[in-house]
T-cell receptor
Framework: EAQVTQNPRYLITVTGKKLTVTCSQN?????MSWYRQDPGLGLRQIYY???????DKGDVPEGYKVSRKEKRNFPLILESPSPNQTSLYFC????????????FGDGTRLSIL | SQQGEEDPQALSIQEGENATMNCSYKTSINNLQWYRQNSGRGLVHLILIRSNEREKHSGRLRVTLDTSKKSSSLLITASRAADTASYFCATDLWTGNQFYFGTGTSLTVIP
C-alpha cells in the first residue's frame, strides 16, 4: 500500500531534549516536505526537499533541521525543542517532476513542556 | 506571506444540502488544490485546478478559480455525513517547490 509513515504519532517531552521525527515514503517520490499545523494558522511549511541531498527552508524553519540521505526518508530534527514548537506535524511527499499532488502522513503530535 | 484564507471558518449543513467554501490567496499562482482532513488524520488530495482553468469537476465536487480576484470556491453537492471534515486550499507558485495552505473550513454535515 502506498503510504507516508511518520513516527512517533505522539510524543511528550521536555525543553532542550533533542528529538527526531521520522518520515518514510514507499512511492519513490522525489519531493518531500514537513509542515506544522497550529489552530487558526493552517499548515505552514518548515522544510522541503526536491531530491536526495537537496533541502531548502520553508516559511518557518527556525529551530528545525532536516536531512535527505536516502530518497525514501526525510527526518525532522529538533535539536533543542522549546514549548513554542508544540504542534501537530505532517510529512508529505510528491512525485515531483511537474506533479504537485501531495500525499500526507497521519501526523505527529508533539508536546514540549 | 502567500498563505490563503478559507471562508467560512466553520459550516454546518443538513445531509443532502450543498456546501460551498471559498479560498482567497495573495499572489499569482501555478495551481490551486483542495485537500480534506478528517479528524486526527493527514490531508487527502481532492482536486487540482491549474491557473489557466476556470472550472473543474470531480464526482460531487466542483471547483472554480478566478485568478483576477485571486479566489477559488469548492462546492460539494448532495452532502453526506461522511463529508464531515476540514477542507483546505493549497497554492503553489511557478517554482513548484513550496505549497501554501489556507486556514481551513470545518464542515459538519448533520444526518
Amino acid at each position: 500500500e502506498a503510504q507516508v509513515t511518520q513516527n512517533p504519532r505522539y510524543l511528550i517531552t521536555v525543553t532542550g531534549k533533542k528529538l527526531t521525527v521520522t518520515c518514510s515514503q514507499n512511492m519513490n517520490h522525489e519531493y518531500m516536505s514537513w509542515y506544522r499545523q497550529d489552530p487558526g494558522l493552517g499548515l505552514r511549511q518548515i522544510y522541503y526537499s526536491m531530491n536526495v541531498e537537496v533541502t531548502d527552508k520553508g516559511d518557518v524553519p527556525e529551530g528545525y533541521k532536516v536531512s535527505r540521505k536516502e530518497k525514501r526518508n526525510f527526518p525532522l530534527i529538533l535539536e533543542s525543542p522549546s514549548p513554542n514548537q508544540t504542534s501537530l506535524y505532517f510529512c508529505a511527499s510528491s512525485l515531483g517532476q511537474g506533479s504537485f499532488i501531495l500525499f500526507f502522513g497521519d501526523g505527529t503530535r508533539l508536546s514540549i513542556l | 506571506s502567500q498563505q490563503g484564507e478559507e471562508d467560512p471558518q466553520a459550516l454546518s449543513i443538513q445531509e443532502g444540502e450543498n456546501a460551498t467554501m471559498n479560498c482567497s490567496y495573495k499572489t499569482s499562482i501555478n495551481n490551486l488544490q483542495w485537500y480534506r482532513q478528517n479528524s486526527g488524520r493527514g490531508l487527502v488530495h481532492l482536486i487540482l485546478i491549474r491557473s489557466n482553468e476556470r472550472e473543474k469537476h470531480s464526482g460531487r465536487l466542483r471547483v472554480t478559480l478566478d485568478t483576477s480576484k485571486k479566489s477559488s470556491s469548492l462546492l460539494i453537492t448532495a452532502s453526506r455525513a461522511a463529508d464531515t471534515a476540514s477542507y483546505f486550499c493549497a497554492t503553489d507558485l511557478w517554482t513548484g517547490n513550496q505549497f501554501y495552505f489556507g486556514t481551513g473550513t470545518s464542515l459538519t454535515v448533520i444526518p
